[in-house]
């Protein structure tokens, strides 16, 4: 599922040197907050930051808060900075920050959320993940109440809750950005995610059929498309479907792979194999096209039995798609199932 980026900074940089501002070490140097101080470091900070001297940022911004340690901006800033560069866990730091010093502060929790949703999808185990997903879902609550009627906000708690597996919050904060930014494609494309894995196949469709409308070019939306008609045994929309992804995305093989499913159920066996050899020309080691040729020429063997040839070429496709994804228990029983029995010979 897609999410958008909204109020965060993005972009990268050069690699430089990432200030960690100790928050504990920069309070109690002074008799008291210096608001007017604090707020020319900050505005210095933020020049920096246009000038891309991040580095020299982040110690003007340290500087803002060392005059003011209440000035929660300055944190939200350096999340942006440190976010900016790729170092999303000091982002959180620093936005966890801004949010305690502002509970009413809509971009540091909003930029706080994401951030977790970026950890979410850097992470490899999935505990971690679930826990990032976790945190991310809690500070979108707090930011809706904060922004009810933002449509970002609305969109990414979807994507959230789909990743965590509950898709009724799921479905029900993608309605709500959809009402908000009814011209979205993207949000009518998460919905119909969040349907077809509900099996709400007609759902899913029309939600698809929304988005296209919205932004013809979609790929992955023709796609998801194509393979919920293909549930349904609707070869023909979802042949037109995959054909138009392919149209869309010219060096994409997958559309033509599912093509090429599609015209074996179909029993056009000829469109089957041109439709997997154009897959093989965009993509000479996909082991899902080469497996599907020899299906193709396999079943048209065992249509014609004495066109041992057609047996013969559909075992050296899947030789080739076993040596590129050697893992296919179910291939190896059909090679070992139509491989011809050769004696051994007697010494």
Avoid at 158 to 166: I, N, W
Avoid at 300 to 312: A, G, M, N, S
């Amino acid at each position: 599922m897609a999410r958008t980026v909204g109020y965060i900074m993005s972009g990268k940089v050069s690699a430089f040197l990432l200030v960690s501002v100790c928050i504990a070490g920069l309070v109690g140097c002074r008799t008291g907050p210096d608001p007017q101080l604090a707020q020319k470091h900050f505005a210095r900070g933020q020049v920096l930051v246009f000038q891309g001297d991040l580095e020299a940022a982040l110690k003007e911004l340290a500087k803002a808060i060392e005059a003011d340690p209440e000035l929660s901006i300055a944190y939200t800033a350096i999340g942006d900075v440190h976010r900016r560069g790729g170092a999303h866990e000091l982002a959180a730091r620093a936005y966890e920050t801004a949010c305690e010093k502002n509970p009413y502060a809509f971009r540091a929790h909003y930029n706080l959320a994401f951030t977790y949703q970026v950890l979410a999808d850097a992470a490899k185990i999935t505990e971690i993940v679930q826990q990032y997903l976790r945190r991310a879902a809690e500070i979108y609550r707090r930011t809706i109440l904060l922004r009810p009627d933002d449509f970002e906000t609305n969109l990414n708690i979807s994507v959230c809750y789909y990743e965590l597996g509950r898709d009724d919050l799921a479905e029900q904060y993608c309605v709500r950005a959809i009402e908000l930014n009814p011209r979205s494609p993207q949000a009518y494309s998460n919905l119909g995610i969040i349907y077809d894995r509900q099996g709400r196949a007609y759902q899913a469709i029309r939600s698809y059929k929304a988005s296209l409308e919205l932004e013809a070019k979609q790929p992955d939306v023709l796609m998801n498309l194509g393979i919920a008609y293909v549930k349904q045994d609707r070869l023909a929309a979802a042949i037109s479907a995959f054909e138009m992804a392919g149209r869309v995305s010219p060096d994409n093989p997958a559309p033509w792979e599912k093509l090429g499913a599609c015209h074996y159920r179909k029993r056009n066996f000829p469109e089957a194999i041109a439709a997997y050899e154009k897959a093989l020309a965009l993509d000479p080691r996909g082991s899902a096209a080469h497996r599907g040729i020899g299906v193709v020429y396999v079943t048209q063997f065992i249509l014609e039995p004495h066109k041992t040839e057609l047996r013969d070429m559909g075992l050296a496709a899947w030789n080739i798609s076993l040596e590129i994804e050697p893992d296919q228990p179910n291939l190896i029983r059909l090679l070992k199932k139509y491989t011809p029995f050769v004696a051994s010979p007697n010494l």
